[in-house]
């Protein structure tokens, strides 16, 4: 009875024929993940970026027992402090006072302001207590995302 394998030299992969069929693999992977991505990868980004300022400023609020909002525009957005869209601070981090988006990324417009309880308002002077949700939209060529603000809480998912 003959042993198995007898007729093979030497079974198996040698390690240099493992290691390039590893680095293959991987230059595939990194191709494929960029020619998918279409820009995705800014809207989601600014998105969640976004998500954490507006929750800073209710934190901020809380803490510091006034007002805090962000009021965003077209080309970007900022955070104010009291009751005036005007009283901009920095968010941590920036150099700036006001957050430019990136090119290409569009939002529609609003202004999410908390008080010493961290209820959102929809205005600076909050007068207006936030009634529905404030959907706030982000958009480039190939994805569009939203950032929900919830009445009463002022919850952002």
Known sequence: MRPPFKHLAHPGFTFVELIASLVVMGILAVSVTLTNMDGQADVDGQAETLKARIRYAQAKAMGRNIPYGVVVVAGGYHLFAGSSVANKERFPGEENLDVPLPSGITTTPGTISFDDRGRPFSNAAQTA???????????????????????????VP
């Open 129 to 155: 207590a936030l009634a529905a949700n404030l959907v706030i939209t982000l958009t480039d060529s190939s994805a569009t995302r939203t950032i929900t603000v919830t009445p009463g809480t002022g919850y």
